[in-house]
């Protein structure tokens, strides 16, 4: 059995794999956030196919990444990561206000979100806070505690990727799979 110890490319940031993989048969590795955040697992493509990953300790697979290629059998195996959506808290109105209103707000929203222990990243004037629970649930205690001045709307993990560093996609998206992160009052 062939153990998969590196990433060859990737095909969203690679021309030369973009190419590649527009005429090979393609085999989709699909991996939820948490099992994309390690850097050993076991994955079954969309084939059938068996892949032990084994890659150098602190190091994960990204969306997109090229784990496999046989260029006689124009064969490539692509990891494919479902991310889930993302709430994404815009505080920009914030900047207008005085600063003991800053404060006021951004208290009120740090309890809110931690009194849910909702991992967040903040970026700029933007919080960003994965979908740990039902949207209607996270809808539920923002509509709540309705903080004047801030919104908010829901997005694709995939579009805030871009906005993030590596050490700020593992937060947002390692191990907030709904079973992770259950919450009782006690």
Known sequence: MNIYTEILGNIYRDKEWQMRAENANIETVLLDQWTAQKSRFL???????????????HSHVTNGDVISYSPHE??????QIELSQVMVIDMSLLTTMDSADIIHTSVELG???????????I?????????????????SVMETHHIENITYEFMPGTEI????????????????SHESHSHEHH
Do not use: C
């Not at 309890?111 to 990243?121: D, I, R, S, T």
């Open 123 to 139: 970026k700029g004037t933007r919080v960003f806070v994965p979908l740990t629970v039902d949207k209607k649930v996270m809808t």
């Open 74 to 79: 124009n064969r490539m195996a692509i990891i």
């Open 111 to 121: 309890h809110a979100l931690g009194n849910q222990h909702w991992p967040a990243v």
């Open 161 to 176: 990727i871009p906005f993030l560093a590596p050490h700020e996609i593992r937060r947002l998206f390692g191990g907030t």
């Open 43 to 57: 994955a079954v493509g969309s084939m059938g196919n068996e892949y032990p990953i084994a890659l150098a300790r």
